[in-house]
């Protein structure tokens, strides 16, 4: 059987074009002699939807879209998913399911059994979970047709199961001869070595061929790989997606020739396209086309104005330098050399007369107090000011350029450099700036030398280097994911050779910021644990990491 697969990117809620999209793949498998084509989870409405799914109008608009996406389909079938109501009481009031489409109508559907409530996810919020699966027939041969985390819970891969069935192993035993996962799997670095070697396991283990479509593209902090797959019995993969781009695939399952070993692209490479194209994403599902980023001659604000020109193009790109008194010329000139590389429009406007008036404003008021970093916030804040008013007149949006060594630690400004739509470097630690960085000027010299050089530095005041405050980033990097991504506490973070002085400030300093990223830009995920959605601290509390 020649089986069709769509990797593809939707919109939350735009069904009209998610259905436009969906069909023109479809009329293209066909054309290229697919027999069954697969689409992705809830790919009719978009995925996440997340509280979209509590207003019934946008259910009925998606079970509406499901019916007409059935009036354009022949005889080749569809498999797509989409949201179903769950008529039985007492449950939850939908299903997140599949539907195989014929001949004009709807001819099959299918539940999904494992919900997940870990991380970003919150699908038992929504959806009711199958309690029974069943092999879908088709031209005489049993399809187990499942969806996404279905597919996630291998005894044998999974050294600790978080669900008691296996979607699986009940489908192969009802007689499956072969396994269809039609998924929306968020991508974070490394996942897709991970997500390709659970497959092979579970195709060679059940000796089963397999296909599995992923969803592409971005939507809010989520990003989606894709990297679709066809594996035959033997785990050997058939045919293998695109990585972050929409792809189609027509692959005979019967045919004997695999491709050679799976080659991934360089991490940092996987990284940079993945905040490409979550930036691209991002500004155009919200309507805009265009991006402005505050250029300090720095490495951040240097990394964000590259990803910004790759996903955007130059032309729809404007670097703002900022100086006020304690800017170096070294800096101006690297963030000028920076936007000349890269062709984005420049523009210098200088703060400094806007920050001595109000330095004059407060003089009054802070008589007789010590010089801090109140007066040295002042001057990130009237950038913000600045930035969001050029964002207000031209219509663009302002890219905030904190990593998250930054945001763990509250090395940043409210209202300040905190200021924007979208935060693309915020799961990004410092010392990965760096290696992406590396990688950027891998062929030529698109980021200044000096940009990757010189001590990081916020220049709010003389001499100032981000050291002075915080420790080197080589270790403050290694005790953040400690911390925050594998969620270690003090003692054993302490344990792995950390100073423990070190270490309790560190955390103290994650502990105390928590209202600062409550108040942040949303930031892409490219980590297993990212601050926003997937990291729900309160603010309001007093437990602290024993000692």
């Known amino acids: 059987m020649n089986l069709g697969l769509l ?38 409405c978009g995925y996440p939807p997340r509280d979209l799914l509590l207003r019934a109008d946008f259910v009925n608009t998606s079970l509406a879209t499901l019916a007409d996406t059935a009036k354009s389909i022949g005889k080749i079938p569809l498999c797509v998913g989409y949201v179903d109501q769950n008529p039985d009481r007492p449950g939850r009031a939908l299903y997140n399911s599949a539907a195989v489409l014929q001949n004009g109508k709807i001819i099959w559907r299918t539940h999904k ?39 996630w819970n291998d005894q044998d891969f999974w050294p600790e ?10 489908l192969v035993a009802q007689g499956a001869q072969a396994i269809v996962n039609i998924s929306a799997s968020p991508w974070h670095d490394g996942k897709e070595r991970v997500r390709l070697e659970m497959l092979q396991r579970v195709a ?9 479509v992923n969803l592409t593209g971005a939507n809010d902090e989520l990003i989606f790989d894709g990297h679709s797959v066809v594996l035959n019995q033997r785990g050997e993969a058939l045919a293998l997606g695109k990585g972050f781009a929409e792809d189609l695939l027509v692959v005979d399952w019967a045919a004997d020739s695999p491709t050679p070993k799976v080659e991934w692209p360089a991490r940092e490479q ?20 265009s991006a402005i980023v505050g250029l300090s ?51 210098v406007l200088p703060i400094e007369t806007v920050f001595q008036s109000v330095e004059q404003q407060l003089a009054k008021v802070f008589a007789g107090t010590k010089p801090n970093e109140a007066e040295e916030n002042i001057q990130s804040r009237l950038r913000g000011v600045t930035l969001m008013a050029l964002s207000n007149k031209f219509g663009a949006l302002v890219l905030t350029t904190g990593n998250k060594s930054e945001m763990a630690v509250g090395y940043c400004t409210l209202y300040g450099d905190m200021c924007g739509a979208l935060a693309p470097l915020a799961d990004v630690f410092k010392m990965d700036v760096y290696k992406i960085s590396r990688w950027v000027n891998r062929e030529c010299e698109t980021i200044p030398a000096a940009s990757l050089t010189k001590p990081p530095s916020a220049e709010l005041r003389p001499n100032q280097k981000d050291q002075d405050s915080l420790p080197a980033y080589e270790i403050l990097d290694q005790i953040l994911d400690a911390y925050v991504v594998q969620n270690l506490s003090k003692p054993e973070i302490i344990a792995r050779g950390f100073e423990a002085a070190v270490v309790n400030d560190v955390i103290n300093k994650i502990t105390f910021s928590e209202y600062k990223r409550r108040q942040a830009a949303p930031g892409l995920k490219v980590s297993p644990r990212a601050f926003g959605i997937g990291r729900r601290i309160p603010i309001a509390q007093r437990f602290r990491t024993s000692k």
């Open 7 to 44: 990797q593809l990117n939707s919109t939350v809620g735009d069904f009209a074009a998610n259905r436009r999209n969906l069909l023109a793949g479809y009329e293209k498998a066909c054309a290229r002699g697919a027999e069954f084509v697969l689409a992705p989870e809830l790919f009719l």
């Open 204 to 212: 060679r283990d059940e000796a089963v061929p397999l296909a599995y």
């Open 113 to 151: 059994c494992l919900l997940p409530t870990y991380d970003v996810f919150d699908e038992d919020r929504y959806f009711e979970p199958a309690k029974t699966v069943a092999p879908f027939e088709f031209n005489g041969r049993k399809l187990g047709i499942t969806i996404c985390e279905d597919i």
């Open 297 to 347: 001659g720095g490495i951040d604000s240097a990394l964000v104005a590259v990803l910004a020109a790759e996903a955007l193009g130059p032309d729809q790109v404007m670097g703002v330098s900022l100086p006020a008194r304690y800017s170096s010329q070294g800096s101006l000139s690297d963030a000028a050399a920076l936007a000349k590389n890269l062709g984005i429009r420049y523009e």
């Open 270 to 289: 996987q990284l940079f396209a993945a905040l490409s194209l979550g930036i691209r994403d991002y500004v155009g599902k919200c309507g805009f086309q």
């Open 161 to 170: 199961r978080l669900y008691r069935r296996d979607p699986i192993k009940e």
